[in-house]
């Protein structure tokens, strides 16, 4: 592993400073410290191991991805014992969305770590959910499945969720707020479009449209995220909680 030896030699200060938050967020401190470096490890950096391959998080995140899917889904189905498999399904989509993870690492703050040794680089919208999973994948690796699923529970499940009301949950207020306007023969609309405002990071503009009158608007980093902003506004200015529960 030269190529983790060189990182931590030329950046050993930076290296401290990683090892020192990360073991803040786990509550442990890591055995095998070079897959903790992987997995925040973006393919921006360019980072190459010693064959001359790329290297980045991306494999971690692929194991993360299904260790996430397969400890929340015994979770539920321990928790919901008379829960059927549908009603299970939509519970487990809900906690291991794109969104959802997303929010998760970013209120951990994996992305600050990442930025340690990369802060000027580009990464994708998604980046803070790639992390959680590529992180878990770490820990699996360091410490084996039962370590790793207490880490999921104790420090993803149990503190981002409340699964007496998981139910109630929106998971995309789009979809919410479409499958609403065709039950109610509504016409809803959305207008999105690039946005060039004083804010560089808010690049798109969406707008929602209840029978071509105009509900709420909102900006974000991409058009997804934009029209699930509005979404969002709309759902709460026609008041649609009371009705989703």
């Known amino acids: 592993m030269k190529w983790l030896t060189n990182i931590f030699h030329s950046r050993k200060d930076i290296s401290d400073i990683f090892f020192e938050q990360l073991h803040q967020k786990l509550g442990y401190k890591p055995k095998v410290k070079w897959m903790y470096r992987l997995a925040f490890t973006h393919r921006c950096m360019k980072m190459k191991d010693d064959s001359g391959k790329r290297i980045s998080f991306e494999r971690l995140e692929f194991l993360g991805d299904a260790l996430l899917a397969a400890i929340v889904s015994e979770y539920l189905f321990t928790y919901f014992p008379n829960a059927k498999e549908g009603t299970l399904t939509r519970l487990r989509s809900k906690m291991v969305s794109r969104q959802k993870l997303n929010e998760i690492g970013e209120q951990m703050g994996l992305l600050d770590l990442l930025q340690l040794f990369e802060s000027k680089g580009h990464f994708e919208n998604d980046i803070c959910g790639n992390l959680l999973e ?3 994948g770490a820990v699996f690796i360091d410490r084996g499945f039962l370590n ?9 499940v149990h503190p981002y969720f409340d699964i007496s009301t998981l139910d109630k949950d929106v998971l995309s207020y789009k979809s919410e707020l479409i499958e609403w306007g065709q039950k109610q023969k509504k016409k809803i609309a959305f207008n999105t479009l690039s946005d060039k405002g ?5 690049n798109y503009s969406s707008k929602v449209f209840l029978n071509d ?5 909102a900006h974000a ?3 997804k995220k934009a029209e699930e902003k509005a979404a969002r506004n709309a759902f709460h200015i026609l008041n649609l909680n009371s009705a989703h529960n």
């Open 134 to 136: 590529a992180l878990v």
């Open 198 to 202: 004083l804010d560089s990071k808010l």
């Open 148 to 156: 790793c699923k207490h880490f999921v529970l104790q420090k993803i």
């Open 221 to 223: 980093i991409s058009k």
């Open 213 to 217: 009158s105009f509900v709420a608007k």
